[in-house]
């Protein structure tokens, strides 16, 4: 039974729920706006995922901490950051209190214990070799597996593999800086600093959520799709709510039919036409394994309000989300709402990847070949960040990148699934066509990058993408550009991001909070 613990929020004492995710404690709360923007607008959770900084706050004294990766325990202390500096990308020397970072030296290091992870740590290990694998999450497992309590029944055998197999988590850590055979990563939680020394690594980052700006994208209340699904696995009760699940892609069945099951009254609205979905039922019927998967999904949506050929054009409300606006064929609706959870489709995450000298392709992946090795020697990709296929896939290329990292050869049976894999992810990426109009729903006023408060006005006249983040700091806030990149007028824009650490921002000790304020 979960317990109920006393947590502090700006000098106020509050009640919540042990191993709950801080972010969902703070909206449970009632907490909708967890920091505000340079400009003083209110901001909320986004992500839930690590990846767009909007939650953080200081937590017992340490300024910059996501509270999406941090559970809630007895006596947690909470200022929420709205009115302090900017926090500093470079991480202090040493990381917390100055001191020489610990050392670890193993044969394999992975970074991210998603399913493609796991199922690469776990085969390297029961083959031999020393295996340390990084997460930044408050449990093993991914997004996907990602469990308060007990892990899901699918997560089980790769978490039990791992532990027999002595496999090292350090779990709660976020690789922010490395080069080959050689890794810097820091606790979520405090900056505490850790040097891994390896000789092979496995990249197996995932994916992050696609966001498109259009008005009032920027109200507390909005969130992403996948950000609706990890804040209830983190303990957001939604029982009661009446929630908008819209976008595109196969997260949103998954996401409404959790919402669902979790006792909200759940609005489904998807902006590709049933004609391009239908594309899906060759590939369907040549993937026996997603059949039932698929069937049970579909008879768990029975009954719910849907959409198709439908998009948000604007959110409304204030201080945090009241209604929405749903353009239909028959045209447009404004839906009183508690909840708007957005996105669409997956982006895979490759700059850690790219981070570390490997190439990534035009279309957005790492490359690899067919052992997951990629462009620099001795580092091997896995998962989503080589294309977004699903969680077999991503088991899959992990078993391959693993057992090709201690120098043995996969089977061919293997090899053969990986490469039916992508055909599968193909399919879905096709299905799901982005309508041209998304990309034109924000203009003028309308915030383009959060973190800098850039609006679509003030990049209107800019051509590349060196002018926007000289000029206008576009992409040079905590989130390092992982939610504004996707915006159509950034895709637009010439030149090419580089990628340079830290790869995301280390907490840090923030000695003198009074005087801050």
Same mark, same amino acid.
């Given at each position: 039974?979960? !317990?109920?613990?006393?947590?502090?929020?700006?000098?106020?004492?509050?009640?919540?729920?042990?191993?709950?995710?801080?972010?969902?404690?703070?909206?449970?709360?009632?907490?909708?706006?967890?920091?505000?923007?340079?400009?003083?607008?209110?901001?909320?959770?986004?992500?839930?995922?690590?990846?767009?900084?909007?939650?953080?706050?200081?937590?017992?004294?340490?300024?910059?901490?996501?509270?999406?990766?941090?559970?809630?325990?007895?006596?947690?202390?909470?200022?929420?950051?709205?009115?302090?500096?900017?926090?500093?990308?470079?991480?202090?020397?040493?990381?917390?209190?100055?001191?020489?970072?610990?050392?670890?030296?193993?044969?394999?290091?992975?970074?991210?214990?998603?399913?493609?992870?796991?199922?690469?740590?776990?085969?390297?290990?029961?083959?031999?070799?020393?295996?340390?694998?990084?997460?930044?999450?408050?449990?093993?497992?991914?997004?996907?597996?990602?469990?308060?309590?007990?892990?899901?029944?699918?997560?089980?055998?790769?978490?039990?593999?791992?532990?027999?197999?002595?496999?090292? !988590?350090?779990?709660?850590?976020?690789?922010?800086?490395?080069?080959?055979?050689?890794?810097?990563?820091?606790?979520?939680?405090?900056?505490?600093?850790?040097?891994?020394?390896?000789?092979?690594?496995?990249?197996?980052?995932?994916?992050?959520?696609?966001?498109?700006?259009?008005?009032?994208?920027?109200?507390?209340?909005?969130?992403?799709?996948?950000?609706?699904?990890?804040?209830? !696995?983190?303990?957001?009760?939604?029982?009661?709510?009446?929630?908008?699940?819209?976008?595109?892609?196969?997260?949103?069945?998954?996401?409404?039919?959790?919402?669902?099951?979790?006792?909200?009254?759940?609005?489904?609205?998807?902006?590709?036409?049933?004609?391009?979905?239908?594309?899906?039922?060759?590939?369907?019927?040549?993937?026996?394994?997603?059949?039932?998967?698929?069937?049970?999904?579909?008879?768990?949506?029975?009954?719910?309000?849907?959409?198709?050929?439908?998009?948000?054009?604007?959110?409304?409300?204030?201080?945090?989300? !009241?209604?929405?606006?749903?353009?239909?064929?028959?045209?447009?609706?404004?839906?009183?709402?508690?909840?708007?959870?957005?996105?669409?489709?997956?982006?895979?995450?490759?700059?850690?990847?790219?981070?570390?000298?490997?190439?990534?392709?035009?279309?957005?992946?790492?490359?690899?070949?067919?052992?997951?090795?990629?462009?620099?020697?001795?580092?091997?990709?896995?998962?989503?960040?080589?294309?977004?296929?699903?969680?077999?896939?991503?088991?899959?290329?992990?078993?391959?990148?693993?057992?090709?990292?201690?120098?043995?050869?996969?089977?061919?049976?293997?090899?053969?699934?990986?490469?039916?894999?992508?055909?599968?992810?193909?399919?879905?990426?096709?299905?799901?066509?982005?309508?041209?109009?998304?990309?034109?729903?924000?203009?003028?006023?309308?915030?383009?990058?959060?973190?800098?408060?850039?609006?679509?006005?003030?990049?209107?006249?800019?051509?590349?993408?060196?002018?926007?983040?000289?000029?206008?700091?576009?992409?040079?806030?905590?989130?390092?550009?992982?939610?504004?990149?996707?915006?159509?007028?950034?895709?637009?824009?010439?030149?090419?991001?580089?990628?340079?650490?830290?790869?995301?921002?280390?907490?840090?000790?923030?000695?003198?909070?009074?005087?801050?304020?």
């Amino acid at each position: 039974m979960t !317990k109920a613990v006393r947590i502090t929020v700006d000098g106020a004492s509050l009640l919540a729920q042990e191993g709950q995710s801080l972010t969902a404690a703070l909206m449970m709360a009632g907490v909708s706006a967890i920091r505000k923007s340079p400009t003083g607008e209110a901001r909320g959770a986004l992500c839930a995922m690590g990846s767009c900084h909007e939650c953080r706050a200081t937590v017992d004294g340490v300024r910059g901490v996501r509270t999406c990766l941090v559970p809630v325990k007895e006596g947690l202390r909470v200022e929420r950051e709205m009115k302090l500096p900017r926090l500093p990308l470079e991480p202090s020397p040493g990381g917390e209190g100055g001191d020489s970072p610990q050392i670890i030296e193993t044969g394999l290091a992975v970074i991210g214990a998603g399913p493609a992870g796991l199922a690469a740590a776990c085969v390297a290990a029961e083959l031999g070799m020393k295996v340390v694998i990084i997460d930044e999450s408050m449990g093993p497992g991914g997004r996907i597996w990602s469990h308060r309590h007990d892990p899901p029944l699918a997560a089980r055998n790769w978490l039990e593999r791992a532990r027999e197999a002595g496999v090292l !988590k350090l779990q709660g850590y976020s690789v922010f800086s490395g080069q080959a055979g050689e890794l810097d990563v820091a606790r979520v939680t405090d900056g505490k600093r850790v040097r891994i020394r390896c000789q092979s690594m496995v990249v197996a980052t995932g994916a992050r959520e696609r966001f498109l700006p259009f008005p009032g994208w920027t109200l507390p209340g909005v969130v992403g799709a996948g950000a609706l699904q990890s804040l209830i !696995k983190g303990g957001l009760n939604i029982d009661g709510r009446r929630v908008l699940v819209a976008g595109t892609g196969p997260l949103l069945l998954a996401v409404a039919r959790l919402a669902k099951e979790s006792g909200a009254e759940v609005i489904l609205a998807e902006q590709s036409s049933l004609v391009d979905r239908s594309s899906l039922a060759i590939p369907l019927l040549l993937s026996p394994s997603r059949w039932k998967p698929a069937r049970q999904l579909l008879k768990a949506l029975g009954g719910m309000e849907r959409y198709s050929s439908s998009w948000v054009t604007e959110a409304r409300g204030g201080p945090a989300l !009241k209604e929405v606006v749903l353009r239909t064929p028959a045209g447009d609706r404004v839906m009183e709402v508690d909840g708007l959870a957005i996105g669409y489709g997956l982006i895979p995450e490759t700059r850690m990847a790219a981070g570390l000298g490997c190439d990534v392709e035009s279309t957005g992946t790492v490359r690899v070949d067919s052992l997951q090795q990629t462009s620099v020697p001795g580092i091997y990709c896995a998962g989503e960040p080589t294309g977004i296929a699903g969680c077999e896939a991503a088991i899959d290329e992990g078993l391959v990148a693993g057992i090709a990292a201690v120098g043995k050869t996969p089977k061919a049976s293997l090899l053969a699934r990986v490469r039916r894999h992508r055909f599968w992810g193909q399919a879905l990426e096709d299905a799901h066509p982005l309508r041209e109009e998304l990309g034109k729903l924000a203009h003028g006023s309308e915030i383009l990058c959060r973190c800098e408060d850039v609006t679509v006005g003030d990049v209107s006249e800019i051509s590349s993408i060196r002018e926007a983040r000289l000029i206008h700091r576009v992409g040079m806030g905590p989130c390092q550009g992982r939610v504004c990149e996707s915006a159509a007028l950034c895709q637009s824009l010439s030149g090419s991001d580089t990628i340079r650490p830290p790869w995301t921002v280390v907490p840090g000790e923030n000695q003198d909070m009074s005087s801050a304020r």
